[in-house]
Nanobody, 120 residues
Framework: VQLQASGGGLVQPGGSLSLSCQASGYSLDEYAIGWFRQAPGNKREGVSCMNDLGDLIYYRDSVKGRFTISRDFAKNTVYLQMNGLKPEDTAVYYC??????????????WGKGTLVTVSS
């Protein structure tokens, strides 16, 4: 199981970014998937997670209405569309996966992070 996140960068407040996570070594439709983030000095937190069927989707309160998680099975890729970005969204973002969804707290397999900086 391998995950490769990309799409981070510098964006002004109110702007948008789309993160991608390319999965390999397994089929995306058989595993739960999630996006997590860690800001400097803070603990890692779950941002948005989805079970294998896609009928259980979690968003942390601070991103509801602004972020959207989605999957493309043909590309074996999961996305996180982030709109209305705020400085407090600044963090390293990670994608992660696990065979059986256990909540958006921790997962078994992790990719390297991608840095998102929201600043004017």
């Amino acid at each position: 199981v391998q995950l490769q996140a990309s799409g981070g960068g510098l964006v002004q407040p109110g702007g948008s970014l789309s993160l991608s996570c390319q999965a390999s070594g397994y089929s995306l439709d058989e595993y739960a998937i999630g996006w997590f983030r860690q800001a400097p000095g803070n603990k890692r937190e779950g941002v948005s997670c989805m079970n294998d069927l896609g009928d259980l989707i979690y968003y942390r309160d601070s991103v509801k209405g602004r972020f959207t998680i989605s999957r493309d099975f043909a590309k074996n890729t999961v996305y996180l569309q982030m709109n209305g970005l705020k400085p407090e969204d600044t963090a390293v973002y990670y994608c992660a996966t696990e065979r059986y969804y256990s909540g958006c707290n921790d997962m078994d397999y992790w990719g390297k992070g991608t840095l998102v900086t929201v600043s004017s």
